[in-house]
């Protein structure tokens, strides 16, 4: 399945996520840490999520599905264990334009979630396209254990020194040369230290 990887801003969006076990509790994490609103419905809402709704942080509702859960929604995240219901979710979100992941057909979805590495405010998505996400997960991990903590860091120089740039008015040519040039050498300097990649 081809994707389109995007960085969307989840601010003053909201998501209904139908389900209330474990890939509910993940995706809602993962959107709270992005700053989107959330809807949970489910018949069952697991402690976990209660807990993480204390102080109540986010809107909850314990009952089926209806159709309308989804208003105003921007996105919805079919996390039941009845397919039957998932795939009410998705004809009901595809009836109002709204974006849908199916968590136990992602392929059926209209996008899937990668598997996140973040280093302060660089961030590496892993994604495999929903075709098996544990191996999304399983690079990431690899990959996690080469970019250390040292190139957040590194992001917070380059982008001061981007930010100086935009302020002096420079020609955006001249910017990406000398931001091009001063990463590829604080990068170098970096990957010295570190063991090579096997």
Do not use: W
């Not at 040369?177 to 096997?198: D, H």
């Amino acid at each position: 399945m081809s994707t389109l990887a995007l960085n969307i801003r989840m601010t003053d969006r909201l998501t209904v996520i139908i389900g209330g076990g474990a890939v509910a509790l993940r995706k809602l994490r993962t959107l709270r840490a992005a700053g989107g609103q959330v809807r949970v419905v489910a018949m069952d809402i697991c402690p976990e999520i209660i807990e993480l709704n204390e102080p109540e942080t986010f809107l909850m509702r314990v009952g089926s599905y209806t159709s309308a859960d989804l208003d105003h929604a921007f996105l919805v995240i079919a996390a039941t264990d009845n397919p039957l219901v998932n795939r009410q979710v998705l004809a009901d979100a595809h009836e109002r334009g709204i974006l849908a992941v199916i968590a136990d057909d992602p392929a059926a979805g209209d996008c899937t979630f990668p598997a996140l590495l973040h280093r302060g405010d660089l961030e590496v998505a892993v994604s495999t396209s929903g075709r098996c996400p544990t191996f999304a997960v399983d690079v990431r991990d690899y990959i996690a254990r080469y970019v250390g903590s040292d190139f957040g860091a590194l992001l917070e120089q380059l982008a001061a020194e981007r930010e100086k740039l935009l302020t002096n008015a420079s020609p955006s040519t001249y910017n990406a040369q000398v931001l091009r040039s001063l990463a590829g050498r604080l990068l170098a300097e970096l990957t010295e230290r570190k063991e090579p990649l096997p």
